[in-house]
């Protein structure tokens, strides 16, 4: 994928991810500087949903990032912070219960500032501590009763899961905040669930929390948030 491609592709996705809406090619030659026609910017975007990256769910109407497409940006997002942290300043005093050994307080402290579902698990404390499930069904993008009963259901998985995960020494696990939407997830693995997670080395105990959130969460806000634990934590030791 050439510069330009990438360019057009994480710009469909921020709109995406602003409106809710498929993002067609008149709405993004008006809002960003391409150097290109709107039927240039559509052929890249025939282009891209060819090769898996977006998806049109109407004939005539735009495109949609797919999971594929919402991981890259994530991951773009991710590095871009760590090439350039800045910090979430409320996050660094709430370190502090963590610190004092105040998992279930932090939880529920975190996700009252994410508005999401999270949930934390310390390895000399192997019992799940979770706050938020009513946030995550306030954002999700389809809001179904059945939608509610299978995240439901996932979640009482989670203990089992976050366990699991905390117990593997992989080190793709181990080298800061990663991002997996929908069934990818070690965690939640429902379709229209994001999650957030990162494992912390906290008083010589491993610690891991995770965030879950839509497809179509604020990634530079929560992985901030996640940045800014691991940094903290980090000059703590």
Same mark, same amino acid.
């Given at each position: 994928m050439n510069s330009r491609t990438e360019n057009i592709l994480v710009a469909t996705v921020k709109e995406y991810i602003r409106t809710g809406a498929p993002v067609s090619s008149n709405r993004l030659f008006l809002d960003y500087d391409f150097g290109i026609k709107p039927a240039s910017i559509r052929s890249e975007l025939n282009e891209l949903e060819e090769t898996g990256w977006l998806e049109q769910l109407h004939?005539?109407?735009?495109?949609? %990032?797919?999971?594929?497409?919402?991981?890259?940006?994530? !991951? &773009? *997002? /991710? !590095?871009?912070?760590?090439?350039? %942290? &800045? &910090?979430? &300043?409320? @996050? *660094?005093?709430l370190a502090e219960l963590i610190i004092e050994g105040e998992l279930k307080s932090f939880v529920h402290e975190l996700s009252q500032a994410l508005h999401l579902l999270s949930a934390g698990l310390a390895e000399d404390n192997l019992s799940v501590h979770?706050?938020?499930? $009513?946030?995550?069904?306030?954002?999700? !993008?389809? %809001?179904?009763?059945?939608?509610?009963?299978? @995240?439901?259901?996932?979640?009482e998985s989670l203990e089992a899961r976050m366990t699991e995960l905390l117990e593997d020494k992989d080190e793709n696990y181990n080298n800061g905040p990663r991002a997996f939407i929908g069934k990818k997830s070690p965690l939640i693995r429902h379709a229209q669930v994001t999650? @957030?997670?990162?494992?912390?080395?906290?008083? $010589?105990? /491993?610690?891991?929390?995770?965030?879950?959130? %839509?497809?179509?969460?604020?990634?530079r806000k929560n992985f901030k948030v996640f940045l800014t634990l691991r940094d903290t934590f980090k000059n703590y030791e």
């Open positions: 004939i005539s109407g735009g495109r949609v %990032p797919t999971d594929k497409a919402l991981e890259l940006f994530a !991951e &773009k *997002v /991710r !590095e871009e912070l760590i090439s350039n %942290p &800045k &910090k979430e &300043k409320n @996050i *660094v005093n979770t706050c938020g499930l $009513d946030e995550l069904f306030n954002c999700m !993008e389809v %809001p179904t009763t059945k939608v509610f009963y299978e @995240i439901a259901k996932d979640v999650t @957030i997670f990162d494992i912390f080395e906290i008083n $010589d105990s /491993r610690v891991l929390f995770a965030t879950f959130g %839509p497809r179509r969460m604020d990634y």
